[in-house]
């Protein structure tokens, strides 16, 4: 897959997310294609940000940092596992933020990491793809394959 947003402006989308109190993203996540995006990169399908934001309404909003959290520090994994230099989002960041920082607009801070990350990891994703020959892959034994599937 190649990744068209690699430049997203983290603080931005997370400070309109703040004043929209979270139906920003409700329409950004599926619409501006991070869903689909984030389930690429972690190699699984990731919850859909609406089922949290719907949980977050009887728990006050934590369920969604909690699922966030839990999103940047995969990301975490991933750029440290594609060996790209920090600083990284992490747990932490994210839950720190979000909670002890609402007032000096820490959502947007945490969001501003979140995406400085997915951003790099875009990035490097594109270049590795752009370095494999199109067309030829390897399967799970190691046996080059044609993009027809034959061997």
């Known amino acids: 897959m190649r990744f068209k947003h690699t430049n997203r402006p983290g603080f931005w989308l997370g400070f309109i997310d703040f004043f929209t109190a979270g139906l920003f993203f ?3 996540m599926p619409f501006g294609g991070l869903q689909e995006e984030l389930d690429e990169i972690l190699g699984r399908r990731t919850q859909r940000y609406a089922v949290a934001y719907l949980w977050g309404i009887p728990t006050l909003f934590v369920y969604p940092i909690i699922w966030m959290a839990r999103i940047a520090e995969e990301l975490k994994a991933k750029a ?6 920090g600083p990284y989002t992490s747990w932490w960041h994210m839950f720190g933020w979000n909670t002890f920082g609402l007032l000096l607009l ?3 801070v945490a969001t501003h990491r979140f995406f400085y990350t997915l951003n790099k990891i875009e990035r ?6 752009r370095e494999r020959p199109v067309g030829l892959d390897l399967d799970r034994t190691g046996e080059r394959e044609d993009s027809a599937g034959e061997l």
């Open 80 to 85: 440290m596992e594609l060996g790209i230099e």
């Open 26 to 28: 409700l329409l950004y």
């Open 124 to 129: 490097e994703l594109n270049a590795r793809n």
């Open 106 to 108: 820490g959502p947007a």
